[in-house]
């Protein structure tokens, strides 16, 4: 036996040395980063839920830094999720279950059809990608369903996101305050907040996938006066600490403040819609109350809209609300006079219309997965030669790569993440009102609503915001006996 252990020794600082040699022998970034990454697995290894904590922090800061790989430009966001993934099959091995929620053939099923589509795709590395992003979200859903299984766990899940959204608010903020950015972004005296996502679109849209979390969270739950802190882990290595009932409301109290006021400063305004449909829900599921507040907003948005008639607001503000109604309205590109006040809703029509065309002319199978801004000289409007990487409306987009095989796919997806969501929030309701899991619960159904009516102007599903949304729907699949303890 002493020999044996002294074998075992000898091979593990033989190892060990072997390791170091190879590490000296890298460049020094490379080498840093097999060093980050390996203390990062072992970290995840013992403790899940951290790896999955790194994981959403990563979505609005991953996009700061990209690499690239084989061609391939890689964020820390998709590096995490490939380590997640690798400390996630671990994790089942040595639990022996799995635990795939209801969403999981939605989701393959639509990946299937993007898998399929590489027959007809023009350029597969494009379509290949655009794969590799959806089976993030996937593995982002599956990682979050099968770690977050405790209370303790599911609490530093959402504190954690609740801290990554009013973190990147704010620097929202002091782009917003100090004039920071592009001269592009200015509206009048005021300068679009854009966060760490480059354009002010998609910051709003990441802030419309926390905001509804947080505000559900502050409006809904309503923990009794004694709250227990969540239960102490008998394990060791508790890297993130215990978050208690008060602790995770107040906090979601003030990220839905921060968070809330960044999204007006963002000035988005496909955000602006699906924030204000997602937190309609929330304040209906409040009560009667709360749903009179709701009317009150709607009354005094008329009085808005009134006094920038009469030029009672600042010509920045009154053209933003606006223009707004403009993106309901459809049109042809080819016979309106373009102006500086409505360029950029013709420019959307253009995209929309280049799309509209795509679609008929490959009915079913469309032109391949991501191959959207490829295909896009063929039909471009004469005036608007540009690409602008997707059609600025997913559902058109998925009918021009994908047919109308995908756009079915991608429909039957979304539904089953509303149908899942509301039924689980209804069944909460009737079992625990004012619970912790029916307050989850609903916020995430209004992120899922959220993201869908933005969804119609943009594409959020880049910079990340795709692994925000799987982790969303990983808390959305959590076995409903999981939540009973979230009753609070």
């Known amino acids: 036996m002493l020999t044996s252990a002294r074998w075992r020794a000898g ?12 590490l000296g022998a890298l460049p020094v970034y490379l080498a840093a980063g097999l060093v980050a990454g390996g203390g990062m697995v ?51 091995a040595v639990r022996r279950s799995l635990h795939i929620g209801p969403l999981l053939w939605p989701i393959v099923l639509f990946l299937g059809v993007l898998i399929v589509s590489l027959t007809v795709s023009t350029n597969k590395t494009v379509a290949v990608k655009e794969i590799l992003r959806w089976g993030e979200l996937l593995v982002a ?20 996101i609740l801290i990554s959204g009013a973190t990147v608010a704010l620097v929202g903020w002091a782009q917003f305050f100090g004039r920071i950015g592009p001269e592009s972004f200015r509206i009048g005296p005021f300068l679009r907040a854009y966060g760490t996502f480059g354009q002010p679109n998609p910051f709003g849209g990441y802030l419309g996938m926390v905001l509804p979390l947080a505000a559900a969270l502050a409006l809904l739950w309503r923990p009794p006066t004694q709250t227990a802190a969540a239960p102490t882990s008998p394990e060791p290595f508790r890297f993130l600490p215990e978050i208690s009932a008060s602790q995770l409301r107040r906090l979601a109290f003030a990220a839905a403040v921060v968070i809330g006021v960044a999204m007006l400063m963002s000035m988005s305004r496909g955000a602006w819609m699906g924030a204000f449909a997602a937190l309609s829900l929330i304040m209906i599921a409040r009560g009667r109350r709360t749903a009179l507040m709701l009317a009150a907003i709607v009354v005094l948005g008329l009085l808005v809209a009134t006094a920038g008639t009469f030029n009672m ?8 609300i606006f223009t707004a109604v403009s993106y309901f309205g459809i049109f042809d590109v080819r016979y309106v006079t373009v102006t500086l006040e409505n360029w950029p809703v013709v420019e959307r029509m253009a995209q929309w219309q280049a799309a509209w065309e795509m679609f008929q002319d490959h009915y079913y199978l469309g032109v391949g997965a991501g191959a959207y801004p ?67 619960m609903v916020g995430c159904l209004a992120v899922v609503l959220a993201t ?12 990340g915001m795709n692994v925000q949304i799987g982790l969303t729907l990983g808390l959305i699949a959590l076995r409903e006996d999981e939540g009973r303890n979230g009753k609070s």
């Open 11 to 22: 091979i593990g600082w033989a190892g060990l040395a072997a390791l170091g040699v190879a």
């Open 313 to 320: 607001l600042p010509a920045a503000i009154s053209q933003r």
């Open 42 to 92: 072992l970290l995840a290894l013992v403790r899940p839920e951290l790896g999955l904590g790194m994981l959403a922090f990563s979505v609005p800061f991953g996009v700061v830094r990209e690499f690239t790989v084989a061609g391939f430009p890689l964020t820390a966001t998709e590096i995490l999720t490939g380590l997640m993934l690798l400390v996630w099959m671990a994790v089942v």
């Open 452 to 463: 869908s009516i933005h969804n119609g102007f943009d594409n959020l599903y880049v910079h």
């Open 141 to 160: 859903y599956l990682i979050t369903a099968s770690i977050v299984a405790e209370l303790r766990a599911r609490r530093q899940l959402l504190a954690i």
């Open 374 to 440: 490829i295909m896009y000289s063929d039909y471009a409007l004469k005036d608007w030669p540009k690409a602008l990487g997707h059609a600025h409306n997913i559902y058109l987009n998925m009918a021009a790569e994908l047919g109308l095989v995908g756009l079915m796919a991608y429909l039957t997806m979304v539904g089953s993440w509303l149908w899942v969501a509301g039924r689980r929030a209804l069944r909460w309701r009737r079992l625990a009102p004012g619970s912790e899991s029916w307050a989850l």
